[in-house]
């Protein structure tokens, strides 16, 4: 929920600060593309499509020829104190000034393993799975008794890392097989990504259930929508008119 709300807010957020004429909104957003990592480390991504906002919807009253520059440099400069607190508290945890968690490993391996042919959600037998610090001690301890020694968390999750690409480049095709599969799965999901279970809902909703399953015709129009959109207006393309 916090996610989408997010996601949300950076478009709405994206939209303003394109058609501003001060260079502190750019900041100001800066900041908000890397508050997002405290909800999920893959909303770091956002932060370089914030930079590269200027080129692609650039106000025309500002000058291209430094408007654009200045107003990336903001959008780095707001993420990067953002992105501060998360990356002290992970040297204090981790021992590295990295605003990412050192778990980025572990979560591969988890997923590509001879023990997982499947892909599937997988704890292994060497893990108590009651915290996400327990998950992460139970990785540790093993990858120090393989390695013969004390690693430090960075070690940990380079092991965990090499043992999945490994896995990944032995089994190439088995991998591909994996994300196709689980791409069509997600497409045919009749299941919305929220907090609520529409089939328990269903089961109780006499109008739901003779109405058909929302996922797949809601994700249908909505990209059917955004292609129709794109195709007539034109005005995306058109960097003046924005």
Same mark, same amino acid.
């Given at each position: 929920?916090?996610? @989408?709300?997010?996601? /949300?807010?950076? *478009?709405?957020?994206?939209?303003?600060? @394109?058609?501003? +004429?001060?260079?502190?909104?750019?900041?100001?957003?800066?900041?908000?593309?890397?508050?997002? $990592?405290?909800?999920?480390?893959?909303?770091?991504?956002? @932060?370089?499509?914030?930079?590269?906002?200027?080129?692609?919807?650039?106000?025309?009253?500002?000058?291209? !020829?430094?408007?654009?520059?200045?107003?990336?440099?903001?959008?780095?400069?707001?993420?990067?104190?953002?992105?501060?607190?998360?990356?002290?508290?992970?040297?204090?945890?981790?021992?590295?000034?990295?605003?990412?968690?050192?778990?980025?490993?572990?979560?591969?391996?988890?997923?590509?393993? &001879?023990?997982?042919? +499947?892909?599937? *959600?997988? *704890?292994?037998?060497?893990?108590?799975?009651?915290?996400?610090?327990?998950?992460?001690?139970?990785?540790?301890?093993?990858?120090?008794?393989?390695?013969?020694?004390?690693?430090?968390?960075?070690?940990?999750?380079?092991?965990?890392?090499?043992?999945?690409?490994?896995?990944?480049?032995?089994?190439?095709?088995?991998?591909?097989? &994996?994300?196709?599969?689980?791409?069509?799965?997600?497409?045919?999901?009749?299941?919305?990504?929220?907090? +609520?279970?529409?089939?328990?809902?269903?089961?109780?909703? /006499?109008?739901?259930?003779?109405?058909?399953?929302?996922?797949?015709?809601?994700?249908?129009?909505?990209?059917?929508?955004? $292609?129709?959109? !794109?195709?007539?207006?034109?005005?995306?393309?058109?960097?003046?008119? $924005?």
């Amino acid at each position: 929920m916090w996610v @989408t709300a997010y996601l /949300t807010w950076w *478009i709405v957020a994206a939209l303003n600060v @394109t058609r501003s +004429r001060r260079l502190v909104h750019w900041l100001l957003f800066g900041l908000y593309c890397g508050l997002g $990592v405290g909800f999920r480390s893959t909303l770091l991504t956002l @932060t370089l499509a914030g930079a590269l906002l200027p080129w692609l919807m650039q106000p025309s009253s500002m000058s291209p !020829g430094s408007a654009r520059p200045q107003s990336a440099a903001l959008v780095v400069l707001g993420s990067l104190v953002a992105l501060l607190p998360w990356s002290i508290r992970n040297h204090n945890a981790y021992g590295s000034f990295s605003p990412l968690p050192h778990n980025g490993g572990i979560v591969l391996q988890q997923v590509y393993n &001879d023990q997982n042919p +499947r892909a599937e *959600i997988w *704890i292994p037998p060497f893990v108590t799975y009651l915290h996400p610090s327990e998950i992460w001690n139970g990785y540790a301890a093993e990858a120090n008794r393989r390695l013969g020694y004390a690693a430090s968390p960075a070690q940990v999750d380079a092991y965990w890392h090499d043992q999945a690409m490994a896995y990944i480049e032995q089994h190439p095709g088995a991998v591909l097989a &994996d994300i196709l599969r689980k791409s069509l799965g997600f497409l045919s999901n009749s299941e919305l990504a929220n907090n +609520r279970s529409d089939t328990e809902e269903r089961m109780f909703s /006499t109008v739901l259930a003779v109405l058909p399953a929302p996922a797949a015709w809601l994700l249908g129009m909505g990209l059917v929508g955004l $292609v129709w959109l !794109g195709a007539k207006d034109r005005r995306w393309l058109d960097r003046k008119s $924005v």
